[in-house]
């Protein structure tokens, strides 16, 4: 059973032969109409958010915190007892004096308050993406394949009397949202969180269902059930199969790095009462379509994914899936898209900054430039079998590369840069004094014992207080280690040795650093791994 009750989108997909994976709509009311029809218009409004200097001081010191404000729209509508927070996670966090993105509550107070039948919002302020584009149209490509997923628009803000430009104005997560894809809106509704998969313990958003995570629990452990026929009888009574392959197969064709499949990160659970399975909804869409090349083929790495993926009637199922979506990616209807929403949002960049409307129209080339190489790309990778493990000769280092970026701290630096001619990956430790941060590479293996090994330098590397794990080193996902380089040192080989035991197994590679202080550089060729005899 697939969520229900999404709206039809003002986008010219041919749905009709996705939506056959779909229930019938449910009518919206007339209050969902009005909103509906407000973010199509795409009015842009102008919002002032109005905080006093006592608010304003508590979001300096504890930015995670509601404070009480204001908002007030086109000058006109006043909403008053509004809570307002910071938000943003690692690369995309800024203090409050910078240009702070905002989760705005408008029922802090008063319940019945809604901002054009809005309980929640976020006021996104698009750091990552330029183009402002990316989230909208991600999300509705998520509603054009049955997946509930947030309504986005654009705003001009300001905070008091600062001008901070051009925002992302999207639907936050809440019964509001969850009334127009499932028929009980009442279950237990789960913020990933940063960095953390379904084994963390997750922040209950919304629900009436159990308060002790024993939904959550019984779908960590039927995951992890140890015999694989038990295992995915399990996983099929506690999730929607044909509902998170649609996701799992939107996230990978979105080039979603930054998601639950890929990255444990930016996505919600809901555990529906009227079906008792679980659904994932999308989640910070604003880095996806930035690489053309993104893997859809590549077996994923968070809990519910890998598990899924590893039954092959499934991964058959996912691969048909993908099929069916392909025509969501034609390039033509795509860049019409972006080209109708680039020249809504315009003028309102030409009124903020003329500079910076300047530059989003070369923001709006590059992106349109993707989504066609990405439509070559994903048509080039539908037509190409399953990936086979990589082939060693025994005891010859095979080269890793096509590192991707992971932090679960907001101001580690991971950088891929050249020195003296030679490639090097750098991470940073930031101001917080807290970094945990690495640079990740899946690879499938097939059973045997291997050697993971790179060449790290490390630069004032401090221990972190608390950590089991210390400094500069590599391990694979799942695992500890025992290797660590602290200090200062010059390029030294630090290696990690595993086992596999299945016929074959997807193992997440890792290059970490985890300090108060300091940074480590690594030798790009001389991340390497080798099928010891």
């Not at 509603?143 to 654009?154: E, F, L, N, Q, T």
């Amino acid at each position: 059973m697939a969520p229900r009750g999404l709206l039809l989108l003002a986008l010219a997909f041919p749905l009709a032969s996705l939506r056959a994976a779909a229930q019938a709509p449910l009518k919206p009311s007339k209050d969902q109409e009005a909103t509906e029809a407000w973010f199509r218009a795409g009015p842009a409004p102008k919002i002032v958010v109005e905080l006093d200097d006592a608010a304003c001081e508590a979001l300096r010191t504890e930015p995670r915190k509601y404070v009480i404000g204001r908002l007030r729209e086109n000058d006109r509508a006043v909403f008053e007892g509004v809570g307002i927070k910071l938000k943003g996670s690692a690369g995309s966090f800024r203090e409050f004096d910078e240009t702070p993105s905002l989760s705005v509550r408008v029922n802090r107070l008063d319940d019945e308050q809604v901002f054009h039948g809005l309980r929640r919002l976020v006021l996104n302020k698009s750091v990552q993406d330029g183009a402002y584009l990316r989230e909208l149209l991600g999300s509705e490509l998520f509603r054009a394949a049955g997946i509930v997923s947030p309504r986005v628009a654009h705003a001009r803000v300001w905070i008091n009397k600062r001008d901070m430009g051009v925002y992302v104005l999207k639907e936050g997560y809440d019964r509001t949202l969850l009334k127009r894809g499932f028929e009980k809106s009442w279950g237990n509704l789960y913020d990933g969180g940063f960095c953390q998969d379904i084994d963390a313990e997750l922040e209950r958003d919304e629900g009436k269902g159990p308060g002790d995570r024993k939904d959550l629990t019984a779908l960590l452990e039927a995951c992890r059930e140890p015999d694989l026929v038990k295992r995915w009888g399990r996983v099929e009574e506690l999730v929607d199969i044909k509902a998170f392959l649609t996701y799992m197969a939107m996230e990978l064709m979105l080039g979603h790095w930054d998601g639950y499949c890929l990255n444990r990160n930016n996505y919600r659970v809901y555990f529906d009462p009227a079906t008792g399975k679980a659904y994932f909804l999308p989640h910070g869409m604003d880095q996806v379509l930035q690489d053309a090349e993104a893997s859809i083929l590549e077996n994923p790495s968070a809990i519910l994914a890998d598990a899924v993926m590893k039954n092959p009637a499934w991964r058959a199922e996912y691969r048909k899936r993908v099929g069916e979506l392909l025509p969501l990616f034609n390039a033509d209807r795509l860049k019409k898209r972006v080209d109708e929403m680039a020249k809504k949002l315009a003028p309102v960049l030409e009124a903020w900054d003329k500079e910076q409307a300047r530059a989003h129209e070369g923001e709006v080339a590059s992106l349109k430039s993707i989504i066609e190489a990405r439509e070559r790309s994903l048509k080039e990778q539908k037509a190409q079998p399953d990936p086979r493990p990589l082939v060693f000769s025994p005891g010859v280092p095979v080269r890793v590369a096509r590192w991707r970026k992971a932090s679960e701290c907001e101001d580690a630096t991971l950088t891929a840069e050249k020195e003296k001619g030679v490639d090097l990956l750098r991470i940073a430790c930031g101001r917080s004094g807290r970094c945990i941060a690495a640079f990740r590479r899946s690879v499938l293996l097939a059973a045997g014992h291997y050697r993971f090994q790179a060449l790290v330098r490390t630069r004032d590397v401090v221990e972190l207080e608390g950590e089991e794990w210390q400094g500069a080193g590599l391990r694979i996902s799942g695992s500890g280690r025992e290797n660590k380089l602290l200090g200062s040192a010059d390029f030294a080989r630090v290696d990690f040795e595993f086992e596999v035991t299945e016929e074959a197994r997807d193992v997440e590679l890792i290059v970490e650093l985890r300090c108060s202080k300091g940074e480590m550089a690594v030798r790009a060729d001389s991340l390497v791994l080798t099928k010891l005899k």
